[in-house]
């Protein structure tokens, strides 16, 4: 399996409120991506970064913010939560290269009250 | 616009049996790659396998193999042999180096794998 590595595991946190899910990669790789899964949804990308210092929105980057300041490291905020929130966010890398698949961390169950 | 269809939301296979999940998929570019991917209850998406496009030959890893037709756009993932640890989400996907390789996938297949 990855090694890469998402904490917390399950958060329950009321409206309102600020928080940050880690994620952290041991491979080196310098593609990370933050996704948002819904059952019977696909995957839709909210971050992603190439490297260092590059950070980009992807289709549902509204009300959350990504930072990159080390390769192993790639946090999501929420300034504020909203029920609407509520999702398991999945972290992935992938080292540079056209064929080069996804690897994935364990998930952020979010539930926001 | 770049889509995955996956027109299975669940199937189910007895153990030992084998299993084929569909996928189609929608893009414009000629250079793609294409993937499944498996994610158990409460565990780790994993890749199972991948496809180039530019490839004709059908890709293959142990049990799992692919029924790739480029001129369709599709990739179904065939599962021999079947068993209980396949259980899990499966999704597909494809990536386009020319768009800044994004991916893409689908709604997923809920397998379950009986005993």
């Known amino acids: 399996e990855a090694d890469i590595y998402q904490t917390p595991r399950y958060l329950v946190i009321g409206t309102g409120k600020k928080i940050t899910l880690e994620c952290s990669q041991t491979m080196g790789h310098d593609k990370m991506y933050w996704y948002q899964q819904d059952p019977g949804m696909e995957l839709h990308l909210i971050h992603y970064?190439?490297?260092?210092?590059?950070?980009e929105k992807g289709d549902l980057s509204s009300e959350s913010t990504v930072s990159r300041i080390r390769t192993e490291h790639f946090p999501l905020t929420l300034e504020s939560a909203r029920p609407s929130h509520t999702s398991q966010y999945l972290c992935?890398?992938?080292?540079?290269?056209?064929?080069?698949?996804?690897?994935f961390g364990n998930g952020t169950r979010l539930t926001v009250t | 616009a770049q889509t995955v269809t996956q027109s299975q939301p669940e199937m189910s296979v007895q153990e030992a049996e084998t299993v084929t999940l569909s996928c189609t998929y929608d893009?414009?570019?000629?250079?793609?790659?294409l993937f499944w991917y498996k994610q158990p209850p409460s565990r780790q998406m994993i890749l199972v396998i991948r496809?180039?496009?530019?490839?004709?030959q059908n890709a293959t890893e142990n049990r799992f193999s692919v029924n790739f037709q480029k001129a369709a756009k599709s990739f179904s993932l065939k599962i021999s042999d079947s068993q209980l640890g396949d259980t899990a989400m499966y999704f597909c996907?494809?990536?386009?180096?020319?768009?800044?390789?994004?991916?893409?996938f689908g709604t997923g297949t809920s397998l379950t794998v009986i005993p």
């Open positions: 996907a494809f990536m386009t180096p020319n768009t800044g390789n994004q991916f893409y």
């Open positions: 496809q180039e496009a530019y490839k004709q």
């Open positions: 893009t414009s570019e000629s250079n793609y790659y």
């Open positions: 970064s190439y490297g260092v210092n590059s950070t």
């Open positions: 992935a890398s992938s080292i540079q290269g056209s064929d080069s698949p996804l690897h």
